[in-house]
């Protein structure tokens, strides 16, 4: 088991103002913030992130929202980070999701639905790399 996992604060959350709360909402969960960034998603940079949805009908809608405006990539630690990331943030259409979670909180819909969570310890991995580069993980953190 990993105790790592990406998070991504998405572009609706940076929109509406909700980065300070849903990070509060992950710290005050037990998750400890390892690396942060913002970055704005070029369409390359988002179809490479989701290529495993390339085939999905709703592929194309989801490159032009994550590239609409900048989001917040984030570095987690806790022990079981996957699973208790993905439970904390609840199902991935906000309307099925459990009371309390973040998405039944603040998401409007299936798409805009604030937060990203990897579904795995080895994408978790992959995805981190994908937005940090060794130094920013290694020497701050000694991951
Ligand atoms: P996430 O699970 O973080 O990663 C894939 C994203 O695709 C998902 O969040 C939503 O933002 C989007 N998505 C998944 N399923 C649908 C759907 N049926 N319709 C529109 N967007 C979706």
């Known amino acids: 088991m990993s105790n790592k996992t990406l998070a991504i ?10 980065i300070g709360k849903v990070i509060s909402h992950i710290q005050d ?13 070029t ?5 490479g992130f989701y290529e495993v ?3 999905r009908p709703f592929f194309n809608d989801l490159i032009t929202y ?12 806790k022990e079981n980070a996957v699973e208790d990331f993905r439970k ?5 259409d906000p309307k099925k999701a459990d009371e309390g ?4 909180l603040y998401a409007e ?5 604030i937060v990203h969570g990897s579904d795995s310890d080895e994408n978790a991995a992959k995805e981190i790399n994908h937005f940090f580069s060794r130094k920013e993980i290694l020497e701050i953190n000694g991951w």
């Open 101 to 104: 979670t973040i998405r039944k």
């Open 9 to 18: 604060l998405k572009p609706d959350c940076v929109r509406k103002n909700l």
């Open 29 to 41: 969960s037990g998750f400890k913030v390892r690396a942060m960034k913002m970055v704005k998603l």
């Open 43 to 47: 369409p390359d940079a988002a179809k």
């Open 109 to 113: 819909n299936i798409q805009e639905n």
């Open 53 to 55: 949805h390339k085939e």
């Open 66 to 77: 994550m590239t609409s405006g900048p989001c917040v990539p984030i570095a987690l630690e």
């Open 88 to 92: 904390l943030i609840g199902t991935t």
